[in-house]
């Protein structure tokens, strides 16, 4: 097996969401892995001096309809969110926490679980009562992740995986980077795919 | 046949020239116009607060790179531009003058072939001498037409046509409108040919 595909998002990112509800599927269809690595745009967005779309004039309704159409076009479950675009360092540290404690698989499936909360249940994952809730209600042990979620050592880590990405190149969500590749967006999964079957674009 | 489908692009935007390429052979298909409308980013940026893809921070190492790819991907013939982004205000104008004067389709093959000088020979179409040449080294009457790109009525169509555009929430390039819903970027010809052979995305 070759080396893992490495996939940045962040949980508020609707792109994002879309491209967590397909990067296993496509990754497994060609025998590879995924590392999954939450990032906080915020952080990036000082750098860049970028600004999240809807915030942006015109891009901003634009996006809105984009992204319930898009969801359509992929088939995609979707809810627009009452809160969005919200706060994400807790749900990314919580992340982070559950991966410490049950290792990267199950830290995935809690991130699936947080976008799905996020962008078809309306659950506010700003919140940290509410991310704890999605934790428990799916059968995580969650004693001591309030504490983890707070502590240095995890807000540190997160910050340190934000430097990394961004040394990286990495400046959106979701970004993939394969074969030493860079792809930034949803709509670059098509050529993801090419680079996974061919081992180039 | 239905209405046309509206077809808005910069004469310096790559994903604008990735569209050109392909958007009269998607229409074709199914049986549908179109109708080419420069327009000039430069204008809308100030509106948006936006910049060319190529001035961020970040993502203008990663466009260089991505124009190359995507072209590749697509197969579009493409050779980076030694003159990039540049002014695109005289090739839109004399696009408008022959149109005035040829028609639209002559208008839209003229559009087709400075795109190609820019994209594909290394042409800078910021150069009121080379646009002219183009004109007429593929069959154009140019008489009248350096006068024509100066005179206060082409000048003026320009500015009324971006305000129009604008109006109806164009804000990049290429941005289509097709049966009253607005997509921005070639990554968005998927869904643009969806709703052609559907009605909907």
Redesign the interface.
Known sequence: MSAAIDFYFDFSSPYGYFGAMRIDELAEKYGRDVEWHPILLGAVFK????APLTD????G??SL??FE??A??HGIPYNRPPAFPLPTQVAARAMLWLQSKYGAEQSIRFAKLIYQAMFVDGVNIAEPLNVLDIARKNGFGTDGMAEGINSAAIKNQLKAEIDLA?AR?V??SPFVIVEG??F??F?RF??IE?ILKAGK?
Do not use: C, I, N
């Open positions: 750098t860049t001096g970028s942006l004039p015109m891009k309704k634009y309809h984009d159409r898009t359509r076009f961004m190149g400046f959106g590749e860079a930034w967006g709509d098509d050529q090419a674009v």
